[in-house]
T-cell receptor, first 114, second 117 residues
Framework: GDSVTQMEGPVTLSEEAFLTINCTYT??????LFWYVQYPGEGLQLLLKATKADDKGSNKGFEATYRKETTSFHLEKGSVQVSDSAVYFC?????????????FGQGTILTVHP | GAVVSQHPSRVICKSGTSVKIECRSL??????MFWYRQFPKQSLMLMATSNEGSKATYEQGVEKDKFLINHASLTLSTLTVTSAHPEDSSFYIC?????????????FGDGTRLSIL
């Protein structure tokens, strides 16, 4: 069935380090892919999205490329900040009869130290 | 951008009471709203899908009579936890989607921390 597998955390980095959080998916058809971020005690915020193969989503220095051949959507940032500490969720919307439902990964906790 | 407001942000109440949580889309009409439950350090668990003017579709294992969902308008959905007990304590999050076509993202509220004593 449909699923998302994220790199297990927690991930701990020093400020200005390079970040990669791996995400792979299993879905039928051509889903839209998303990264959401959740800060402590808050709901989820859409970080970036990509709706077709080879699209690159980007926002706030984060980026991810929709790789259909490897069914991946890895999140990257060249230089993380302390304020990036949060939980990151990879998700997809399979479209069609899924009626907007999202399939989520398990989340990856990121902690950035000064 | 699309804004979803969820209220209240936190509620503490005695066992046996019913609690209503509101979810509003502030600047768009939501064809569909979703209700999630999130346990500490875990991902979101979809509880139900709510469409304006029709009955909610519940996920397997979610009690319909326990978690009443009403989607009265294109901008408002409510979740009522009836006769709440300590095991219902959790973080509840709603989301809304404007358009089921074109694979649009869901926009999330800030969540409601429910604590049942």
């Amino acid at each position: 069935g449909d699923s998302v597998t994220q790199m297990e955390g927690p991930v701990t980095l020093s400020e200005e380090a390079f970040l990669t959080i791996n995400c792979t998916y299993t879905a039928t058809g051509y889903p839209s892919l998303f990264w959401y971020v959740q800060y402590p005690g808050e709901g989820l915020q859409l970080l970036l999205k990509a709706t077709k193969a080879d699209d690159k989503g980007s926002n706030k220095g984060f980026e991810a490329t929709y790789r259909k051949e490897t069914t991946s959507f890895h999140l990257e940032k060249g230089s993380v900040q302390v304020s990036d500490s949060a939980v990151y969720f990879c998700a997809f919307n399979a479209g069609g009869t899924s009626y907007g439902k999202l399939t989520f990964g398990q989340g990856t906790i990121l902690t950035v130290h000064p | 951008g699309a804004v979803v407001s969820q209220h209240p942000s936190r509620v503490i109440c005695k066992s046996g009471t019913s609690v209503k949580i509101e979810c509003r889309s502030l600047d768009f009409q939501a064809t569909t709203m979703f209700w999630y439950r999130q346990f500490p350090k875990q991902s979101l668990m979809l509880m139900a899908t709510s469409n304006e003017g029709s009955k909610a579709t519940y996920e397997q294992g979610v009690e319909k009579d326990k978690f009443l969902i009403n989607h009265a308008s294109l901008t408002l959905s409510t979740l009522t936890v009836t006769s709440a007990h300590p095991e219902d304590s959790s973080f509840y999050i709603c989301s809304a989607i404007a358009d089921l076509q074109g694979y649009q993202p869901q926009h999330f509220g800030d969540g409601t921390r429910l604590s049942i004593l």
